[in-house]
């Protein structure tokens, strides 16, 4: 009796188990089987190959070398070539360029297509004339969601009407390293709204379905840990516990895989003394079977051979190919030559690397390139031309850098200024485009100017569009490092026939290592060009156009208004001019602290004692004390907050919790303005964070209107990272806050954490 149970048991799994396979087995899966199954393992090693341009193309930007390009495609048979070999190309050059690739594909006894990938961070960087937008940290200043996908879905429709349906993007590191060159790429120190932007970006790329036209595969980057680098320079080791890297790092990625991200890159540094690219707790344990990530897992620049070069943990290339195939590696972005093909191989016929997992890696690369209809149709499609360069992108590219700009400073109500106003522009970025636009802008450093679209505009001609030549002086030059734009003298001489001096420092692009820096402190011909500007007595409205904050905690006393423009794209002259002189209000909200000097870089979601500084048997609290906080941006009207109310005042288990506030527009203009939640858990086992933004919205209020806004949250929202690596929320005593007020309540767990 006990044998037969045991068989119909048995049987039953068996029929279920098939049934299930049967069923799973998508068209998709049936092609990529089918097709696997005919692959030789020199067909599939090279599915796994990615090489740049410059390894099939010709000194001249845009020329493929037909011997070289057979000799990648036909010989070597990679998958993938990315990038370009020195600047951004026009969108007919890139239709050549992809058909030649296609061409040769389509000579290969299995015609498997290439797919091409290119980093196009805030707009399609790689193409002529394409439309740039804010840099995340801008994105994140607006904390405009929409606004950040529709910005999003044209950077996707002018990648693809260039002919290339793979974005390197978008960056999911968080940026609460301010030293590091990449933080401009990031949406600044807050996981909620890295996680929340960078899953609505992803959905922006994607939710078109990747057939379509309209949409890429994205790509999230860096995996995992790649910003917080000890000293802040680019690639250099992290140490990194658990439990900070589950609480500060992993979200977004989290999200990003919910959101549906088709391909991962992965962090070109080592996490405790493990790169990345070899670990795989990260790779396999951590970021497929735990968060369920079913796409392309790529390498960054040259990381495998890094592993033994560089890291030294493999003592041989063969064995740092071995070791990051194992770990999970599914593509390696090699890419200036077909060393990790070789090496693949070889290491496949000494059995150290196991058939299986290059089946597992190729697969997954074929999925994505049916998902993408590269399997019916690998060439340009010529349809897609038509979302190339619509004049509305350029009205979406002015509204996205003027929600971005972030007033910080209005003394007195200095600004806006009057139309009829004489000002001098000053400072290194008044007459330069790369110090507005940063990195990815139309070459990886975004610093040659010549690339840019004609119409582009600076600081000092939008100023002087609006005020008229009459009445605008400068004494910069063209370019960022003019010497003439640090002469304070002439400065001097210059400021004594103007009502105010606009004074436009920061940071000329960078990208990656070349930005690395020692200490944010601000250059010192800038400060010395500010303390000449306020000495001069007239009204200095400081400009900042930087990538990450550099400290101007010496001149900030002597500035009457300062405006955060970051680099915020095409439009961000246009943007800045709006804003000084009252065209536009501004409404963008700092993602991140501004600090005051390098020995005080706290996060807004500081600790207890992060916050509380122990002086004798005083307890003060300034431990907290940057120049400007999370969260802070001002307007030209102002908001009043009251009637904080809450649904329940006992939450229980997985109820909901319904927070309503009202916001009046007290002053005489419209304006709009983003409401922002923060709770803190009261005591917890782990030290809780004072606070910690949980929700936001953004309404748009007339004067003197008011507004009641509504959030809902659940005990998902107020979680954090135990002892034990779970993610829970404790029975106990909370706050919620909004714009100065707050109201407590109580969670009880009822069991069901
Ligand atoms: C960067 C990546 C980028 C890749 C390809 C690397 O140096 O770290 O973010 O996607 O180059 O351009």
């Given at each position: 009796m006990k044998s037969l149970l045991f068989l119909t048991f048995a049987m039953a799994?068996?029929?279920?188990?098939?049934?299930?396979?049967?069923?799973?087995?998508?068209?998709?899966?049936?092609?990529?089987?089918?097709?696997?199954?005919?692959?030789?393992?020199?067909?599939?090693?090279?599915?796994?190959?990615?090489?740049?341009?410059?390894?099939?193309?010709?000194?001249?930007?845009?020329?493929?070398?037909?011997?070289?390009?057979?000799?990648?495609?036909?010989?070597?048979?990679?998958?993938?070539?990315?990038?370009?070999?020195?600047?951004?190309?026009?969108?007919?050059?890139?239709?050549q360029l992809l058909t030649k690739i296609a061409d040769e594909a389509k000579n290969t006894r299995l015609k498997i297509p290439v797919i091409y990938g290119l980093d196009g961070i805030h707009g399609?960087?790689?193409?002529?004339?394409?439309?740039?937008?804010?840099?995340?940290?801008?994105?994140?200043?607006?904390?405009n969601m929409e606004l950040a996908k529709a910005v999003t879905k044209v950077a996707a429709k002018e990648l693809r009407a260039s002919g290339v349906r793979w974005n390197f993007a978008p960056v999911l590191d968080i940026g609460r390293q301010p030293l590091w060159s990449r933080f401009p790429e990031t949406y600044g120190e807050d996981v909620f709204m890295?996680?929340?932007?960078?899953?609505a970006v992803i959905k922006a790329y994607e939710e078109d379905g990747l057939q379509n036209t309209t949409a890429v595969a994205s790509c999230m980057k860096h995996y995992l840990g790649y910003s917080a680098s000890r000293t802040g320079k680019d690639r250099t080791p992290i140490y990194l516990p658990d439990i900070e890297m589950r609480e500060y790092y992993l979200p977004q990625f989290r999200e990003a895989v919910k959101a549906g991200a088709s391909t991962l890159m992965v962090n070109s540094s080592e996490i405790n003394g493990v790169p990345v690219h070899?670990?795989?707790?990260?790779?396999?344990?951590?970021?497929?079977?735990?968060?369920?990530?079913?796409?392309?897992?790529?390498?960054?620049?040259?990381?495998?051979?890094?592993?033994?070069?560089?890291?030294?943990?493999?003592?041989?290339?063969?064995?740092?190919?071995?070791?990051?195939?194992?770990?999970?590696?599914?593509?390696?972005?090699?890419?200036?030559?077909?060393?990790?093909?070789?090496?693949?191989?070889?290491?496949?016929?000494?059995?150290?690397?196991?058939?299986?997992?290059?089946?597992?890696?190729?697969?997954?690369?074929?999925?994505?390139?049916?998902?993408?209809?590269?399997?019916?149709?690998?060439?340009?499609?010529?349809?897609?031309?038509?979302?190339?360069?619509?004049?509305?992108?350029?009205?979406?590219?002015?509204?996205?850098?003027?929600?971005?700009?972030?007033?910080?400073?209005?003394?007195?109500?200095?600004?806006?200024?009057?139309?009829?106003?004489?000002?001098?522009?000053?400072?290194?970025?008044?007459?330069?485009?790369?110090?507005?636009?940063?990195?990815?802008?139309?070459?990886?450093?975004g610093k040659e100017e010549q690339w840019y679209p004609a119409d582009s505009k600076t600081i000092l001609q939008t100023i002087t569009a609006k005020l008229g030549a009459a009445n605008v002086l400068t004494?910069?030059?063209?370019?960022?490092?003019?010497?003439?734009?640090?002469?304070?003298?002439?400065?001097?001489?210059?400021?004594?026939?103007?009502?105010?001096?606009?004074?436009?420092?920061?940071?000329?692009?960078?990208?990656?290592?070349?930005?690395?820096?020692?200490?944010?402190?601000?250059?010192?011909?800038?400060?010395a060009l500010a303390k000449a500007a306020a000495a001069t007595g007239k009204p200095v409205i400081l400009v900042l156009t930087e990538g990450r904050p550099r400290f101007i905690t010496g001149i900030e006393p002597s500035m009457k208004g300062i405006l955060m423009a970051y680099w915020s794209g095409k439009k961000t002259g246009e943007a800045i001019a709006d804003v000084l002189f009252g065209d536009y209000n501004p409404n963008g909200k700092l993602p991140f602290s501004y600090p005051r000097s390098m020995g005080e870089v706290v996060m807004y979601d500081?600790?207890?004692t992060e916050e509380t500084r122990e002086i004798f048997n005083d307890d003060v609290h300034t431990g907290y004390n940057p120049l400007f906080a999370f969260g802070h941006g001002l307007s030209y009207t102002s908001f009043e907050y009251s009637d904080i109310k809450l649904s329940t005042l006992q939450l229980k288990g997985n109820e909901n919790l319904t927070i309503t506030v009202k916001i009046k527009n007290t002053g005489a203009r419209d304006g709009r303005h983003t409401v922002e939640l923060y709770s803190r858990d009261m005591y917890a086992s782990i030290t809780p964070s004072i606070k910690r933004l949980r929700a936001f919205?953004?309404?748009?209020?007339?004067?003197?209107?008011?507004?009641?806004?509504?959030?809902?949250?659940?005990?998902?929202?107020?979680?954090?990272?135990?002892?034990?690596?779970?993610t829970v929320t404790e029975t106990g005593d909370f706050k919620v806050m909004i714009g100065g007020l707050s109201a407590a309540f109580k969670y009880t767990s009822q069991g069901v954490n």
């Open positions: 799994i068996c029929t279920a188990t098939h049934a299930q396979t049967k069923k799973n087995v998508s068209p998709t899966d049936k092609k990529v089987n089918e097709l696997l199954a005919k692959m030789t393992l020199e067909e599939k090693v090279g599915q796994m190959t990615q090489v740049t341009l410059g390894v099939v193309g010709t000194k001249t930007d845009g020329e493929l070398d037909p011997v070289a390009l057979k000799k990648a495609v036909a010989d070597y048979k990679v998958g993938s070539i990315l990038n370009v070999t020195n600047h951004a190309l026009t969108v007919q050059q890139w239709h399609q960087t790689y193409t002529l004339e394409s439309t740039l937008f804010p840099q995340n940290i801008a994105m994140a200043a607006s904390r890295g996680k929340t932007m960078g899953a070899a670990s795989k707790y990260l790779l396999t344990d951590l970021l497929r079977k735990e968060l369920g990530f079913e796409g392309v897992i790529v390498t960054d620049w040259e990381d495998i051979k890094r592993v033994h070069e560089r890291h030294n943990v493999a003592a041989t290339p063969r064995e740092a190919v071995a070791i990051c195939v194992n770990a999970g590696i599914d593509m390696s972005m090699v890419p200036t030559d077909f060393s990790f093909y070789d090496l693949l191989i070889e290491a496949v016929k000494r059995k150290e690397v196991p058939m299986s997992r290059i089946d597992d890696a190729v697969k997954r690369i074929l999925v994505l390139k049916f998902k993408l209809g590269l399997f019916d149709n690998p060439y340009p499609e010529k349809e897609a031309v038509a979302n190339f360069g619509k004049p509305e992108y350029q009205s979406l590219a002015l509204e996205a850098a003027s929600e971005a700009m972030t007033l910080l400073k209005n003394e007195n109500n200095v600004l806006p200024l009057s139309k009829n106003a004489k000002v001098l522009v000053a400072g290194p970025a008044a007459q330069s485009l790369s110090a507005l636009n940063g990195c990815w802008s139309y070459t990886w450093q004494t910069t030059g063209k370019g960022f490092d003019s010497p003439m734009n640090y002469d304070a003298a002439v400065l001097t001489a210059a400021a004594a026939n103007v009502d105010a001096i606009i004074l436009c420092l920061g940071e000329n692009a960078y990208a990656e290592s070349p930005g690395n820096i020692a200490d944010l402190a601000l250059d010192e011909n800038q400060v500081r600790k207890p919205q953004k309404i748009d209020l007339k004067a003197g209107e008011t507004k009641t806004v509504a959030f809902r949250i659940n005990k998902n929202d107020l979680a954090f990272v135990n002892a034990q690596l779970k």
